[in-house]
C-alpha cells in the first residue's frame, strides 16, 4: 500500500518527530508531526518526494484538544495519495515555522491563517494583510472559537486605508480593477508599468469574502452545508457540493450508493460542459473575438436547459446530502441527454475545427501568460493551467471520486505553456466530458438514491475531498465536530492556487495582454447595470438606467 | 490558412440562425421539476418545524405565542429555492412552485405567515420526527425566533415564559 510505505519513509528519515499517523483508507494519509520538525518534513514531502502542494489549514482546536492545529496538505498525484501533514500548537501565542520559502504556494495560505487564526508563520517574508478587511481591527481573529459568528469586533475603522508597496523604480502604477469589464468579482491589482510593459504586481483581494467555512461551523449544520456550498461559485458550484458531501463521507466513512455516484458523475460533467464553452466564449470576448463568443454560448445554452430539467434549476443544481444525491435521472431525460450529446458533439466539432486553424485568435494568445512547469510546481497551479504546461494532473483520474474510476477518458495536456494551449485543452475535453456522460448513461445502475444514515456522525474525524473542478483542483478538507456540524471545513477552490501564478505569468509582458492572462485562468464575466437598445426602424437609441431595467424586469412594462 | 477558417466560422454563425428569445417580454415555460418560490400550505401543515430546522438560509422563523398558537414565517429574503423544506415536510404542505420573477418593490409580496393551531402534546409539545440523523438540530421543544426583526434566535425553551425577551447577541452563540 502506497501510503504505508511513504509512512515508513518518513519514519526512518524523522524517526520521533512523526508522533502518530492514521491511514483511514485507500488514498489518505494523516500524519501528526512535532511542530519543531513540520518545515523539514514538509521540505522533504515537496522536494526530495516530488508531492503537490495542495492547501495549508489552520484550525483552532482549543475547545476540544486546548490546541491550534496546523496542517499541510500534499498530493501525490502518480500514487493516487492525498496527505495530510499536521500539528498542534499550544494555545497562547501560537507559532509555526513557516514552509512557505520551500513551498513558495504556500504564502496565501500561510497568511490567512494569520489573518484568520491568529498563527504567526515564523519567517514568513511577506506577512502583509490578506483576506481581512482594510478596517478590521489587528489581533482579532474571526476564525477562533470565541469569536461568535455574528460579531462586529470593537474598534473597526472604515477609514483605514490598506498600505500598498512602493512600485519598482522607473516604474508607474496603473490600477486594475476592483471593477473592470473583464473580471466579473472585484480584485485590484496594482501593476507596475515601465513603458507598456508589465514588472510586476501587487494583489488586493478577497473584497468578497464571506465569511461561510464559519457559518458552517457555527449555525448550519450537515445536511444545510451543501447548500451553502455550492454558493462558494456561480460557475462549479456543483462541485464544491459534491467536494464537501465527499469530504464528510470520507471521514465518517459513509459510502453512497452506486447510482448516486454516477449522477453526481453525470452532473460533473454537464457543469463542465457548460463552463468550458463558457470560458471559450469569454477568452474570445476578451481578446475582441465576439462571433466565438456568440456561437460558444449558443452551443451552450441547450445544457442549461437539461441541467433544470434534471435538477429544478439552471445553475444551482443543490445536488448532494451526505450519504447520496437528490434527483434522480429518470428514463426520458437519459433518453434527451443523449440526443443533447449528439448535438453537442455535432455541433462543437467544427467550431474547433475552424478556430484552431484561426490566425487571428493565435496572435492574442500565443506566447501570452507562460505558466511553464517550474512555475506549476511552485506555486501548485491546477487544472488546465498545469495540463497547458505539459503536467499530467487531473482529480479525476489520479484520486478517484464518485463513479470515476469505471470510466474510460483521457486527460487532455499540451505542450504550449501559454494561453492558447489553454483554450485548446478546454475545447478539447468538451469531447471527453461526452465520452464521461455516454459512458454514465450505459452502466447507470438502479437502485436507491440516498444512504439512510441511522447513527451520528463519528466526531473529530478528518476528512479529504479533492474534485476536479473545470478550473482546476477543488479541495476540501473537514474536521467532523458535535451538535450535527463539522469543527472545521475548510475550501480551496483552483482559482486560490492559480491567481498566486498571476504575477508571474503576466510579468514582463505588454499591459495589453494582462486581460486575456488573467482571463485564462479564471472564468468570469462582467454584470453590467445598464444596458442600450436601438430601435432599428427608427434609428433611435435608448440607454436603460439600472431602475429602468428593474422595473422591466418587475412589471414587464417600459 | 486564416481565410478559410473565417469562412468556416461564417458558415457556422449562418447555420445557426437567430436564437435569441424574446425574454422579459415573454418567458419560456419551465419544466415539472422547477424549484421557483416555496408556496406555505396552512390547512396541510401541523407545525412541525421541520422546515425551519434544515434550511440552510434561516429563512424561516417559528414563534409560540402561546401553548396552542405558534406563528411560522417565510422570510423570502435569501431564500436559495433549494427546497430542503419541501424534503423534510412530512405532510407535504410545501411545494416549490414554478414562479422565478420574485423580483418586488416591497419585500411583503414573497413573505408568508401562516398562523397554527397547536394541540398539546404530552411530551415536548413540539414534535418532529426526522427522515435522517443529519437532518435533526439541537432545538426542540419551544422556539421564540425574533419575527419583529426577521432574525433566528439560536435558542428553544422546553417551557414558555410569560414574556420571551431576546435582545442579547451573545446568546446566538449557543
Same mark, same amino acid.
Given at each position: 500500500m502506497v501510503a504505508r510505505e511513504k509512512l515508513s519513509r518518513l519514519k526512518e528519515k524523522f524517526g520521533t518527530a512523526i508522533q502518530r499517523a492514521d491511514l483511514p483508507g485507500a488514498g489518505r494519509l494523516f500524519v501528526f508531526v512535532e511542530p519543531a520538525a513540520l518545515k523539514a518534513i514538509c521540505q522533504h514531502v515537496f522536494r526530495d518526494l516530488d508531492a503537490r502542494y495542495i492547501i495549508s489549514i489552520g484550525a483552532d482546536d482549543r475547545p476540544f484538544s486546548g490546541k491550534f492545529m496546523v496542517a499541510h496538505n500534499f498530493a501525490f498525484d502518480k500514487e493516487s495519495l492525498l496527505t495530510s501533514i499536521a500539528t498542534y500548537l499550544p494555545a497562547d501565542n501560537p507559532k509555526v515555522d513557516s514552509i512557505s520559502d520551500v513551498v513558495p504556494a504556500a504564502n496565501w495560505a500561510e497568511r490567512e491563517i494569520h489573518d484568520l487564526i491568529g498563527i504567526e508563520p515564523v519567517g514568513h517574508r511577506y506577512l502583509k494583510r490578506l483576506v481581512l478587511p482594510d478596517g478590521w481591527p489587528d489581533g482579532v481573529h474571526p476564525l477562533r472559537k470565541d469569536f461568535a459568528w455574528n460579531q462586529v469586533p470593537e474598534g473597526y475603522d472604515d477609514t483605514r486605508e490598506f498600505k500598498f508597496d512602493e512600485p519598482p523604480e522607473g516604474c508607474t502604477v496603473v490600477p486594475f480593477g476592483p471593477?473592470?469589464?473583464?473580471?466579473d468579482e472585484p480584485a485590484h491589482f496594482r501593476l507596475y508599468i515601465e513603458g507598456e510593459m508589465v514588472r510586476g504586481c501587487e494583489y488586493r483581494g478577497f473584497m468578497v469574502h464571506r465569511g461561510i467555512e464559519k457559518l458552517a461551523e457555527s449555525v448550519l449544520t450537515y445536511n444545510d452545508i451543501p447548500m451553502m456550498a455550492e454558493r462558494i461559485c456561480g460557475i462549479c458550484g456543483c462541485v464544491h457540493n459534491v467536494a464537501y458531501a465527499q469530504a464528510v463521507e470520507s471521514a465518517a466513512a459513509i459510502k453512497p450508493p452506486p447510482r448516486a455516484e454516477y449522477i453526481r458523475t453525470i452532473m460533473l460533467e454537464i457543469e463542465r460542459l457548460h463552463s468550458h464553452l463558457l470560458w471559450v466564449g469569454l477568452a474570445c470576448h476578451i481578446v475582441g473575438f465576439d462571433t466565438l463568443f456568440m456561437q460558444s454560448w449558443r452551443i451552450r445554452e441547450p445544457i442549461m436547459w437539461i441541467a433544470e430539467k434534471i435538477s429544478g434549476n439552471r445553475k444551482t443544481y443543490a445536488l448532494c446530502v451526505i450519504g447520496g444525491v437528490r434527483w434522480d435521472i429518470t428514463p426520458e431525460v437519459k433518453d434527451e441527454l443523449r440526443k443533447l450529446l449528439d448535438k453537442l458533439e455535432a455541433e462543437w466539432t467544427p467550431v474547433v475545427a475552424a478556430v484552431s486553424k484561426d490566425k487571428n485568435i493565435q496572435k492574442r494568445t500565443r506566447g501570452v501568460g507562460i505558466a511553464d512547469r517550474a512555475l506549476v510546481k511552485n506555486m501548485g497551479l491546477v487544472g488546465p493551467v498545469a495540463r497547458s504546461a505539459g503536467v499530467d494532473i487531473d482529480c479525476r483520474r489520479d484520486h478517484p471520486y464518485a463513479a470515476y474510476d469505471r470510466l474510460d477518458f483521457e486527460v487532455i495536456t499540451e505542450g504550449g505553456c501559454d494561453v492558447w494551449s489553454r483554450v485548446l485543452v478546454r475545447a478539447k475535453e468538451v469531447f471527453e466530458s461526452i465520452k464521461i456522460i455516454r459512458q454514465c448513461l450505459e452502466k447507470m445502475e438502479d437502485g436507491p438514491l440516498q444512504l439512510t444514515i441511522k447513527d451520528e456522525l463519528p466526531v473529530g474525524r478528518l476528512g479529504l475531498s479533492s474534485v476536479e473542478a473545470p478550473r482546476g483542483e477543488s479541495h476540501h478538507f473537514v474536521i467532523t465536530g458535535e451538535n450535527n456540524r463539522p469543527r472545521r471545513w475548510r475550501v480551496r477552490a483552483p482559482t486560490y492556487q492559480n491567481l498566486q501564478g498571476i504575477p508571474a505569468m503576466i510579468k514582463d509582458q505588454q499591459l495589453a495582454d494582462m486581460t486575456i492572462s488573467l482571463g485564462s485562468i479564471d472564468p468570469c464575466f462582467s454584470c453590467t447595470d445598464r444596458m442600450e437598445t436601438i430601435d432599428l426602424k427608427s434609428g433611435v437609441t435608448k440607454v436603460w438606467t439600472q431602475e429602468e431595467l428593474l422595473k422591466l424586469t418587475r412589471t414587464k412594462k417600459t | 490558412m486564416s481565410v478559410l477558417s473565417k469562412l468556416k466560422e461564417a458558415v457556422i454563425c449562418l447555420k445557426a440562425g437567430r436564437v435569441t428569445l424574446p425574454y422579459p417580454a415573454q418567458a419560456q415555460p419551465v419544466p415539472e421539476k422547477f424549484r421557483g418560490r416555496p408556496i406555505f400550505d396552512a390547512a396541510k401543515c401541523t407545525g412541525c418545524g421541520g422546515c425551519a430546522n434544515n434550511c440552510p438560509a434561516r429563512e424561516i422563523l417559528l414563534f409560540d405565542?402561546?401553548?396552542e398558537i405558534r406563528i411560522l414565517q417565510y422570510l423570502g429574503r435569501r431564500c436559495a429555492y433549494c427546497g430542503r423544506c419541501a424534503d423534510v415536510c412530512p405532510e407535504k404542505a410545501i411545494t416549490m412552485s414554478? *414562479?422565478? *420573477? =420574485?423580483?418586488?418593490?416591497?419585500?411583503g409580496d414573497i413573505q408568508q405567515r401562516v398562523e397554527l393551531f397547536m394541540s398539546t402534546c404530552q411530551r415536548c409539545g413540539r414534535c418532529f420526527k426526522e427522515p435522517? =440523523? #443529519? *437532518?435533526? #438540530?439541537k432545538l426542540k421543544g419551544y422556539r421564540v425566533d425574533d419575527v419583529a426583526h426577521e432574525r433566528w434566535v439560536f435558542r428553544s425553551k422546553s417551557y414558555l415564559e410569560t414574556e420571551p425577551v431576546v435582545d442579547d447577541i451573545k446568546i446566538e452563540m449557543d
Amino acid at each position: 500500500m502506497v501510503a504505508r510505505e511513504k509512512l515508513s519513509r518518513l519514519k526512518e528519515k524523522f524517526g520521533t518527530a512523526i508522533q502518530r499517523a492514521d491511514l483511514p483508507g485507500a488514498g489518505r494519509l494523516f500524519v501528526f508531526v512535532e511542530p519543531a520538525a513540520l518545515k523539514a518534513i514538509c521540505q522533504h514531502v515537496f522536494r526530495d518526494l516530488d508531492a503537490r502542494y495542495i492547501i495549508s489549514i489552520g484550525a483552532d482546536d482549543r475547545p476540544f484538544s486546548g490546541k491550534f492545529m496546523v496542517a499541510h496538505n500534499f498530493a501525490f498525484d502518480k500514487e493516487s495519495l492525498l496527505t495530510s501533514i499536521a500539528t498542534y500548537l499550544p494555545a497562547d501565542n501560537p507559532k509555526v515555522d513557516s514552509i512557505s520559502d520551500v513551498v513558495p504556494a504556500a504564502n496565501w495560505a500561510e497568511r490567512e491563517i494569520h489573518d484568520l487564526i491568529g498563527i504567526e508563520p515564523v519567517g514568513h517574508r511577506y506577512l502583509k494583510r490578506l483576506v481581512l478587511p482594510d478596517g478590521w481591527p489587528d489581533g482579532v481573529h474571526p476564525l477562533r472559537k470565541d469569536f461568535a459568528w455574528n460579531q462586529v469586533p470593537e474598534g473597526y475603522d472604515d477609514t483605514r486605508e490598506f498600505k500598498f508597496d512602493e512600485p519598482p523604480e522607473g516604474c508607474t502604477v496603473v490600477p486594475f480593477g476592483p471593477f473592470h469589464p473583464t473580471l466579473d468579482e472585484p480584485a485590484h491589482f496594482r501593476l507596475y508599468i515601465e513603458g507598456e510593459m508589465v514588472r510586476g504586481c501587487e494583489y488586493r483581494g478577497f473584497m468578497v469574502h464571506r465569511g461561510i467555512e464559519k457559518l458552517a461551523e457555527s449555525v448550519l449544520t450537515y445536511n444545510d452545508i451543501p447548500m451553502m456550498a455550492e454558493r462558494i461559485c456561480g460557475i462549479c458550484g456543483c462541485v464544491h457540493n459534491v467536494a464537501y458531501a465527499q469530504a464528510v463521507e470520507s471521514a465518517a466513512a459513509i459510502k453512497p450508493p452506486p447510482r448516486a455516484e454516477y449522477i453526481r458523475t453525470i452532473m460533473l460533467e454537464i457543469e463542465r460542459l457548460h463552463s468550458h464553452l463558457l470560458w471559450v466564449g469569454l477568452a474570445c470576448h476578451i481578446v475582441g473575438f465576439d462571433t466565438l463568443f456568440m456561437q460558444s454560448w449558443r452551443i451552450r445554452e441547450p445544457i442549461m436547459w437539461i441541467a433544470e430539467k434534471i435538477s429544478g434549476n439552471r445553475k444551482t443544481y443543490a445536488l448532494c446530502v451526505i450519504g447520496g444525491v437528490r434527483w434522480d435521472i429518470t428514463p426520458e431525460v437519459k433518453d434527451e441527454l443523449r440526443k443533447l450529446l449528439d448535438k453537442l458533439e455535432a455541433e462543437w466539432t467544427p467550431v474547433v475545427a475552424a478556430v484552431s486553424k484561426d490566425k487571428n485568435i493565435q496572435k492574442r494568445t500565443r506566447g501570452v501568460g507562460i505558466a511553464d512547469r517550474a512555475l506549476v510546481k511552485n506555486m501548485g497551479l491546477v487544472g488546465p493551467v498545469a495540463r497547458s504546461a505539459g503536467v499530467d494532473i487531473d482529480c479525476r483520474r489520479d484520486h478517484p471520486y464518485a463513479a470515476y474510476d469505471r470510466l474510460d477518458f483521457e486527460v487532455i495536456t499540451e505542450g504550449g505553456c501559454d494561453v492558447w494551449s489553454r483554450v485548446l485543452v478546454r475545447a478539447k475535453e468538451v469531447f471527453e466530458s461526452i465520452k464521461i456522460i455516454r459512458q454514465c448513461l450505459e452502466k447507470m445502475e438502479d437502485g436507491p438514491l440516498q444512504l439512510t444514515i441511522k447513527d451520528e456522525l463519528p466526531v473529530g474525524r478528518l476528512g479529504l475531498s479533492s474534485v476536479e473542478a473545470p478550473r482546476g483542483e477543488s479541495h476540501h478538507f473537514v474536521i467532523t465536530g458535535e451538535n450535527n456540524r463539522p469543527r472545521r471545513w475548510r475550501v480551496r477552490a483552483p482559482t486560490y492556487q492559480n491567481l498566486q501564478g498571476i504575477p508571474a505569468m503576466i510579468k514582463d509582458q505588454q499591459l495589453a495582454d494582462m486581460t486575456i492572462s488573467l482571463g485564462s485562468i479564471d472564468p468570469c464575466f462582467s454584470c453590467t447595470d445598464r444596458m442600450e437598445t436601438i430601435d432599428l426602424k427608427s434609428g433611435v437609441t435608448k440607454v436603460w438606467t439600472q431602475e429602468e431595467l428593474l422595473k422591466l424586469t418587475r412589471t414587464k412594462k417600459t | 490558412m486564416s481565410v478559410l477558417s473565417k469562412l468556416k466560422e461564417a458558415v457556422i454563425c449562418l447555420k445557426a440562425g437567430r436564437v435569441t428569445l424574446p425574454y422579459p417580454a415573454q418567458a419560456q415555460p419551465v419544466p415539472e421539476k422547477f424549484r421557483g418560490r416555496p408556496i406555505f400550505d396552512a390547512a396541510k401543515c401541523t407545525g412541525c418545524g421541520g422546515c425551519a430546522n434544515n434550511c440552510p438560509a434561516r429563512e424561516i422563523l417559528l414563534f409560540d405565542l402561546c401553548q396552542e398558537i405558534r406563528i411560522l414565517q417565510y422570510l423570502g429574503r435569501r431564500c436559495a429555492y433549494c427546497g430542503r423544506c419541501a424534503d423534510v415536510c412530512p405532510e407535504k404542505a410545501i411545494t416549490m412552485s414554478h *414562479e422565478f *420573477e =420574485t423580483g418586488t418593490n416591497s419585500i411583503g409580496d414573497i413573505q408568508q405567515r401562516v398562523e397554527l393551531f397547536m394541540s398539546t402534546c404530552q411530551r415536548c409539545g413540539r414534535c418532529f420526527k426526522e427522515p435522517s =440523523t #443529519l *437532518e435533526q #438540530l439541537k432545538l426542540k421543544g419551544y422556539r421564540v425566533d425574533d419575527v419583529a426583526h426577521e432574525r433566528w434566535v439560536f435558542r428553544s425553551k422546553s417551557y414558555l415564559e410569560t414574556e420571551p425577551v431576546v435582545d442579547d447577541i451573545k446568546i446566538e452563540m449557543d
